[in-house]
């Protein structure tokens, strides 16, 4: 054993003889302190039944018989392990190496540990690998959890499966190869963190009915019908975080409209912050926020993405988009579905560029190439929008269209630079101090539904006079 001075490892740690940050200055980092059984005290001084500690002051499932291999009889050594170390409200320590397990259930106050990308936990059968169900506290960390592909227990089932957990931690570790879900999480609050999500052939994170979650600086990457997921069962409060993740090449294995293949996706939960976000490859939405009232996208990356980059619809009230980046999408950003409620947001401070006229469905007649898309109580200002091949703003469709403001934003490169509804019953809108580079066949043209009804009214006046309903002011065509 290494000497410092007459005193071994064991010696300068108990009698502190130098501090825990000396000995790591040393070149003792906390995997190699880990290996030392002088971080618990010498066996002749414990009874035998003394848990023995590793990494963190952890009881080390290594030196309590829990090897790599040891297949079944490791598996319920380790669930008796949890049980008894959660009890003493202590944490458990696995050792790198491979592990079998399926269906553990941990008990309250479960701390497992270890070492990341070494300690792996990989699915021996059944309908999960592990979760737990009303407990207060959850914790694991350093690990990697591989599904290896298998069929789970149904279609609802995840990798690992949570519910009415009060503060649930998973960070810095990563979970693979799960044949459902990788994460679903239902009533729980806490944080999803730093950890690695892949290969999940449903979805990367499913949280429901959450209370005070946050999902900050993971990666998920190609999950088979979506990314990070935060539903309820019933619309209400939410107020889930979802910051500063990357998500890759998220697939809709089940098709659809929209239903599937979102990065980032919002069902009936409301007030919800998705913030700085990098997001590339979806197949349908970068960020997709259905019936969520409150919610802010802000500051978030949306590259190639299949089909609307941005979407707040149906049965909303409130959405704050801006300081966005979309580049490549069917659509840009669309805040709609008036008809179902959909209203009151601003649209603001966004680069919206390189749009594209085909999408991933056909049926349903779509509207593809469409920079902005708004239809009620909604300011859009500020904007840039470039290389938009059909409308570079639209804004209402038929007759839902109400207070719309459009000002100070420029559009380059597009058929039609702003198409506005003049269907009867539609609303008041709003146009002015845009900038239009590059127009096609209009700055700003009437629409019926889809189809344009009349001729140039971005100069206002007697061409525009004729839909009072509409104030065109300003606005300039280069």
């Known amino acids: 054993m290494f000497q410092y001075g007459k005193c071994?490892?064991?010696?300068?740690?108990?009698?502190?003889?130098?501090?825990?940050?000396?000995?790591?200055?040393?070149?003792?980092g906390a995997a190699t302190l880990a290996a030392f059984p002088a971080m618990a005290p010498p066996?002749?001084?414990?009874?035998?039944?003394?848990?023995?500690?590793?990494?963190?002051?952890?009881?080390?499932?290594?030196?309590?018989?829990?090897?790599?291999?040891?297949?079944?009889?490791?598996a319920r050594k380790l669930a008796s392990l949890i049980?008894?170390?959660?009890?003493q409200n202590m944490p458990v320590f696995l050792p790198p190496g491979r592990y079998e397990v399926g269906d553990l259930d941990l008990p309250d106050g479960s701390r497992l540990i270890g070492i990341s990308g070494a300690s792996r936990l990989v699915l021996s059968g059944g309908r999960r690998l592990l979760g737990a169900t009303n407990r207060r506290r959850i914790a694991l960390s350093g690990l990697v959890?591989?599904?290896?592909?298998?069929?789970?227990?149904?279609?609802?089932?995840?990798?690992?499966?949570?519910?009415?957990?009060?503060?649930?931690?998973?960070?810095?570790?990563?979970?693979?190869?799960?044949?459902?879900?990788?994460?679903?999480?239902?009533?729980?609050?806490?944080?999803?963190?730093?950890?690695?999500?892949?290969?999940?052939?449903?979805?990367?994170v499913l949280a429901i009915d959450s209370t005070g979650l946050a999902?900050?600086?993971?990666?998920?990457?190609?999950?088979?019908?979506?990314?990070?997921?935060?539903?309820?069962?019933?619309?209400?409060?939410?107020?889930?975080?979802?910051?500063g993740n990357r998500i890759e090449r998220t697939g809709a294995a089940h098709g659809g409209t929209g239903q599937y293949g979102n990065a980032i996706n919002l069902f009936k939960a409301d007030g919800v912050i998705v913030s700085g976000n990098q997001i590339a490859q979806s197949a349908f939405s970068a960020i997709r926020a259905n019936s969520a009232s409150n919610a802010q996208i802000v500051d978030n990356q949306c590259l190639s993405s299949g089909e609307t980059a941005i979407y707040s619809e149906f049965a909303f009230e409130g959405a704050v988009i801006s300081g966005n980046i979309v580049d490549g999408a069917a659509n840009g950003i669309s805040v709609v579905n008036f008809n179902e409620g959909g209203r009151m947001a601003t649209v603001a401070n966004n680069i919206v560029r390189n749009l594209s006229l085909s999408g991933p469905y056909t049926q349903?007649?779509?509207?593809?190439?469409?920079?902005?898309?708004?239809?009620?109580?909604?300011?859009?200002s500020g904007n840039v929008i470039e290389n938009a091949p059909f409308w570079g703003m639209s804004f209402g469709f038929g007759n839902?269209?109400?207070?719309?403001?459009?000002?100070?934003?420029?559009?380059?490169?597009?058929?039609?630079?702003?198409?506005v509804t003049i269907v009867e019953g539609a609303g008041p809108a709003i146009l002015s101090g845009n900038l239009f580079q590059g127009m096609k066949d209009g700055a700003i043209i009437g629409h019926r539904w889809r189809d344009?009804?009349?001729?140039?009214?971005?100069?206002?006046?007697?061409?525009?006079?004729?839909?009072?309903?509409?104030?065109?002011?300003?606005?300039?065509?280069?």
């Open 83 to 87: 049980r008894a170390a959660a009890q």
């Open 43 to 74: 066996a002749s001084a414990a009874s035998s039944a003394t848990p023995r500690l590793g990494l963190r002051g952890a009881i080390d499932a290594g030196q309590e018989g829990v090897t790599p291999g040891g297949g079944e009889a490791a």
């Open 215 to 243: 999902i900050t600086g993971n990666m998920v990457a190609e999950c088979g019908n979506g990314g990070i997921l935060v539903h309820r069962w019933e619309k209400g409060r939410d107020g889930t975080i979802v910051s």
């Open 364 to 380: 349903e007649d779509p509207i593809f190439g469409v920079g902005i898309s708004a239809e009620a109580d909604t300011t859009v």
């Open 400 to 419: 839902y269209l109400r207070n719309v403001v459009a000002s100070g934003n420029v559009i380059r490169q597009a058929r039609i630079g702003c198409a």
């Open 145 to 204: 959890f591989d599904g290896l592909g298998r069929t789970l227990g149904d279609d609802r089932q995840a990798l690992l499966s949570f519910a009415g957990i009060d503060n649930l931690a998973i960070d810095d570790c990563e979970i693979t190869g799960s044949g459902g879900s990788a994460i679903r999480i239902e009533r729980c609050g806490g944080r999803i963190e730093r950890s690695r999500i892949s290969g999940a052939a449903e979805y990367g």
């Open 8 to 28: 071994s490892v064991y010696d300068v740690w108990k009698n502190h003889v130098i501090p825990r940050r000396s000995l790591l200055g040393l070149g003792f």
């Open 452 to 478: 344009a009804a009349t001729a140039e009214l971005a100069a206002g006046g007697t061409a525009a006079a004729a839909y009072p309903q509409l104030t065109i002011v300003n606005n300039r065509v280069v």
